[in-house]
């Protein structure tokens, strides 16, 4: 035990220090946690890859429409990760310690999220390229989002594209495994 207060606190800080950074995610670990949070309420995704490393998370929606969820680019033209950890101030942190189970931080979510549709059917393919009626995918636009709660995050970019772009939009949701009694 240490002798005086100071000395936790120091101790502590340390500790803080080292530990950290150990918090901050790969670009692969974030998209696993924005793919876990989904799956969690229950979102039907998908998540497309390039060469290996996911690209973008596929949100599926009503009538073929379908919501890219991407990372963003900072003013260097860097990427951001979907999601990053940042730790409360020091005055917060013992509050947080004892009332909130030793969670010191939150995730902080960022994300482009772009409206995009999709009605190609490769069975009609062949009959509109003879009537010069090409259907395929369609970009509508953009948003972006930052957000602590992931819930607020993913419904704050729904309600901002249906909004932009005047479309009733609706993610898909899976069906429940159990039977609720």
């Known amino acids: 035990m240490p002798a005086d207060n100071n000395e936790t606190q120091r101790i502590n800080s340390e500790f803080f220090n080292i530990v950290g950074p150990a ?7 974030a998209f696993a946690l924005v793919a ?26 009503a009538e073929d429409y379908k919501v890219y969820i991407k990372p963003m680019y900072d003013e260097n033209n860097a990427e951001v990760n979907l999601a990053q950890w ?5 005055a917060m942190r013992d509050y947080l310690k004892r009332y909130n189970q030793g ?19 490769p069975e009609k393919a062949e009959e509109e390229e003879d009537s010069g009626i090409i259907e395929g995918v369609v970009e509508f636009g953009s948003v972006d989002v930052t957000r ?21 939009l609706f993610p898909k949701r899976k069906l429940l495994k159990r039977k609720i009694a």
Not at 23 to 29: E, K, Q, S
Not at 103 to 121: H, P, Q, S
Not at 148 to 168: D, M, P, S
Request: charged content about 30%.
């Open 148 to 168: 602590y709660n992931f819930q607020e995050f993913i419904e704050t970019a729904i309600f901002r594209l249906a909004l932009e772009h005047e479309v009733e």
């Open 103 to 121: 969670i010191t931080g939150n995730y902080l979510y960022k994300a482009t999220f772009e409206l995009v549709i999709d009605d190609w059917d």
């Open 86 to 90: 940042y730790e409360h101030e020091d």
């Open 23 to 29: 918090r901050d995610l790969d670009r692969n670990a």
């Open 36 to 61: 876990a949070n989904l799956e969690n309420l229950h979102y039907d995704f998908s998540i497309s890859e390039f060469r290996g490393e996911p690209s973008y998370i596929e949100l599926h929606c």
